[in-house]
């Protein structure tokens, strides 16, 4: 069990609408064990940020986890008594969890729910009450206007749903990459694909693309032990990697090592937080191509058919090719996006920050 608390960075007051002192109190939960967006917006809102983490191989110990990470939680909000709670959903109990403490203990406490894709899909938006709760919440951020047009469809209040990207940030340092390197045998050129082994990734067409060219090297990082009964990972070329989840520190040398970082999925409306990891680090990339990839990252990508392994071989030969243009149209983006989520976040922050 982990329960991490990030460091609360000092707030940048250029882009803010108001200065760090009159801040109220906050406290952003998160049931996982680590997300890259809740922390690259920790220093603009400047709320704290704990990530609860527990897990349970098995299913039906599944409760379980969830009554001590409730618990948790609900110590924090008692300790901390914030003024404004943000969740990443899902899952479904921590809205329970946040609603019941407003109903219990402070009835002025403002709820913020930071909406992953998958708080509108099965299982999660079948949850009872969650459209209702989430409709009660006194914000609930989305991160796209594809994920927004579904909440609506849904149920969910248009006027206080909000639309707010991915941050891109330069991501921290750590492990030097010679050591990673060394470790996993990497071999130039060699291309990074983050993985939660979810249904909706094509593992199969990645290790297959692995087999048509066995001069790249793939490395898939994320728990391979998530894959059970998903995806079949034993019959792998000896040119996929699987390093696990990995420290942050190596984590970030790999992305910003990468001959390229790959981000792959099945299903339109994905936005991947790989690809906001790559533009933080300047790194081409090569990824799926949905309209809604193709809309948020329009420089800097090859995009390739996830199912298609030849494809995908491809288009990892050509960002290899092409990475000095690349990586260009990559840096150019990234500033782009940089204007446009302060647009973005400004006015969510005024209307928090107000007081009733």
Known sequence: MVTQAAPKPKPISAHQVEDAA??????????????????????????DLHHISLSFKQKFLRPFEYVVKAWQSLWLMLRKQPEIIWVQMPPAPLLYLVFAYKLLFNSQVKLVADCHNATFRAPWIKFPAVVALLNRCDAVIVHNHAVALQARDLGISPTHTQVLLDRVQPLGGGESFAEVAQRLELETPWFLIPCSFNADEPIAEILEAARQAPDLTFVLTGNPARAKGRHELSQAPANVKFPGFLPEGQFNALVYNATAVVGLTKLDGIQLSVANEALGCDRPMVLANTSLLQQLFPKGAIYVDPMDAHDLVAGCRQAQAESDRLTAEVIALKAERAEQWFASAAPIRQALFTKP
């Open 22 to 47: 009159n801040a109220p109190e906050q406290l952003f939960l998160a049931w996982v064990r680590f997300q890259r967006r809740a922390v690259t917006m920790q220093s603009y809102f400047d709320y």
